[in-house]
Antibody
Framework: EVQLVESGGGLVKPGGSLRLSCAAS????????MSWVRQAPGKGLEWVGR??????????DYAAPVKGRFTISRDDSKTSVFLQMNDLKTEDTATYYC???????????WGQGISVTVSS | EIVLTQSPGTLSLSPGERATLSCRAS???????LAWYQQKPGRAPRLLIY???TRATGIPDRFSGSGSGTDFTLTISRLEPEDFAVYYC??????????FGQGTKLEI
């Protein structure tokens, strides 16, 4: 069974940093493309970024609002993907989901989400 | 960046009725890589349809997707009580700049 479990969320002050983790199981992680999607309270879904497989160079791409502040990385030995968030702003407050991306088949599996609150 | 516009914003129907949700793209969606997701309160999104018309694993056949290019539709043939939720479309053809529509709330 495919499982994605996020961790690392919490309350952080503006300008602070936080690192989210997503532990994956139930599929061959080494070939997987992984993405982060967020949802501000009462709002819609917003794509944050995506990382491709190590075989593909582990290239990461980001949405404009987070580019230069957020970094996605992966550790295939731990079947995990990470989201390093720096210089956090109040507008980054959201539930963050990790998702397994299959290029022709969209975002087929999602984690349960983890809450991040940026507030002074 | 491709902008997706969903309509209506809210759709009020009764169980047993047919629901038709629309998603319009500002540019052609490459390869018709258009997906639909269902989200219930406090839950993660669930993939319903990918490639504009292919049902994901385990999705009931009352859900169907259609369309190509810039105009796409999600149809729920006979609404069940558990279908009342928010629905999002997403384009994933312009990888890596995936974008979501703003959502349609389907309410009883």
């Amino acid at each position: 069974e495919v499982q994605l479990v996020e961790s690392g969320g919490g309350l952080v002050k503006p300008g602070g940093s936080l690192r989210l983790s997503c532990a994956a199981s139930g599929f061959y992680f080494n070939d997987a493309w992984m993405s982060w999607v967020r949802q501000a309270p009462g709002k819609g879904l917003e794509w944050v970024g995506r990382i491709i497989s190590n075989a593909g160079g582990a290239k990461a791409d980001y949405a404009a609002p987070v580019k230069g502040r957020f970094t996605i990385s992966r550790d295939d030995s731990k079947t995990s993907v990470f989201l390093q968030m720096n210089d956090l702003k109040t507008e980054d407050t959201a539930t963050y989901y990790c998702s397994w991306v299959v290029p022709a088949s969209a975002f087929g599996r999602w984690g349960q989400g983890i809450s991040v609150t940026v507030s002074s | 960046e491709i902008v997706l516009t969903q309509s209506p914003g809210t759709l009020s129907l009764s169980p047993g009725e047919r629901a038709t949700l629309s998603c319009r793209a500002s540019q052609t969606v490459s390869n018709d890589y258009l997906a639909w997701y269902q989200q219930k309160p406090g839950r993660a999104p669930r993939l319903l349809i990918y490639g504009a018309s292919t049902r994901a694993t385990g999705i009931p056949d009352r859900f169907s997707g259609s369309g190509s290019g810039t105009d796409f539709t999600l149809t729920i043939s006979r609404l069940e009580p558990e279908d009342f939720a928010v629905y999002y479309c997403q384009q994933y053809g312009s990888s890596p700049m995936y974008t979501f529509g703003q959502g349609t709330k389907l309410e009883i």
